[in-house]
């Protein structure tokens, strides 16, 4: 990609190198391990503030809203990260809307504590205004490029969902939560769909260019951002004491389990996913593909730092199982996750990997009836046994090249 900030922005040709990851992409970056930390307290405020809440339907509830604005934030992180693989990012009108992504992210990020109360409009106003005017800016840079019609269409879908946030946000907490859940559905749908709107058209995923390898690095940043997220909630749980043996073991064992996710994530498909992006005959699909793939790895890690809270804070409690389906479901969901990359990569699933669910499901009705800290237990030897198996299957075998299905 060059630096020239002069003349009409273009799309990236499929066949160009990318450049790494720009410094204001980093930083755009960092601003979403504060909104994670932010989705993660908000969960944990949910699970135990409230006397008996760890049991009820507002567990369900709490963790469905929790669950709303983190598919939003993403939705902000991942419009922008594309936007950057396919235009240059050095010139002006890329950097801008990056730049306008970064500062609204923050806003939504320090709304979430109260985005279902007093500072739902904030979040709303914050997330429309991120999501119109990256496509605005864009139809504009793009000139009478063909590209600028969908930018277009999209900027016209934003908007219509737009208005779905900013009345929810002035409604009651249960119709707030569906219009901002019939607004989401809009965008994806469209998405999925090529942005089709009446009498501009729609387009075809496939014949998108994109910088592939530019956009699997960001993928692989942004789950070192998730990762990293799990690394500050357990920090933070164990700095506030006590610093009791139980307590020092579940935090002990919360550090081993973000070890764990490391290592299962780049070993090795998470590792050649560029490869396996510039090798599709699409590039554009698998990315997308790859994109719901993090969304769900994500989603683990984010269960998975509010499951490491919970039991350091309580490691020789009985926990509820509402508690339990964090401690177990966050790597479950990660596993999931995790294979569904491998096959995006290599066109197959490791039985490791459905052996270790198998594993995770047979664990959970048991552990109902014992410490908190023997579920992490649990939990770190499923996928340290997973790790292991990797680690085998690679051992004095030549690398194994991409092999994509796309």
């Not at 809270?309 to 596993?335: D, N, Q, Y």
Request: positive net charge; hydrophobic residues 50%.
């Amino acid at each position: 990609m060059g630096s020239g900030a002069a003349g009409r922005l273009e799309p990236v040709p499929a066949a160009t190198t990318p450049g790494r990851a720009t410094f204001l992409e980093l930083f755009f970056d960092l601003v979403y391990v504060f909104a994670l930390t932010r989705i993660s307290a908000r969960a944990f405020e949910d699970l135990t503030q409230e006397p008996g809440r760890e049991n009820g339907w507002g567990t369900v509830t709490g963790g469905g809203k929790t669950l709303l604005l983190l598919l939003a934030l993403w939705a902000v992180w991942q419009g922008t990260a594309w936007t950057t693989s396919r235009y240059d990012p050095y010139r002006v009108p890329l950097q801008t809307v990056v730049i306008t992504a970064l500062v609204c992210s923050m806003v939504m990020g320090v709304a979430i504590p109260r985005a279902f109360s007093d500072t739902a409009l904030m979040f709303a106003v914050a997330y429309v205004v991120a999501q119109v005017t990256r496509p605005v800016i864009l139809s504009i840079a793009l000139g009478p490029h063909p590209y600028r019609r969908l930018k277009v269409r999209m900027a016209v879908v934003f908007a219509v969902s737009g208005v779905f946030w900013i009345s929810g946000a002035m409604l009651t907490t249960n119709m707030q939560v569906v219009f901002w859940t019939t607004a989401l559905v809009i965008e994806y749908l469209a998405g999925r769909c090529g942005w089709p709107v009446p009498g501009l058209g729609r387009s075809t995923i496939s014949k998108w260019e994109i910088a592939g390898e530019h956009l699997a690095e960001r993928y692989q940043q942004f789950f070192l951002v998730a990762l990293g997220e799990t690394i500050l909630v357990a920090g933070f749980a164990y700095s506030r004491g006590p610093y009791e043996t139980g307590h020092a073991w579940a935090f002990a064992l919360a550090l081993a389990t973000s070890i764990m996710l490391w290592r299962i994530y780049v070993q090795r498909a998470g590792r050649i996913l560029g490869e396996a992006v510039t090798k599709a005959r699409h590039p554009a699909t698998i990315g997308r593909s790859a994109a719901d793939t993090h969304l769900v790895m994500v989603v683990g890690l984010a269960a998975t730092a509010i499951g490491y809270e919970l039991i350091i804070e309580h490691p020789l409690e009985r926990i509820p199982g509402s508690w339990l389906a964090l401690v177990l479901g966050g790597p479950a969901l990660f596993l999931a996750g995790r294979s569904r990359l491998e096959y995006e990569v290599f066109a197959r699933v490791s039985p490791s990997r459905w052996v270790a669910l198998l594993a995770l499901a047979v664990s959970a009705v048991p552990l109902l009836f014992l410490p908190g800290v023997v579920a992490t237990t649990v939990g770190v030897l499923v996928l340290g046994a997973v790790t292991i198996a990797d680690a085998r299957r690679a051992r004095g075998a030549p690398p194994e090249p991409a092999a994509p299905p796309f």
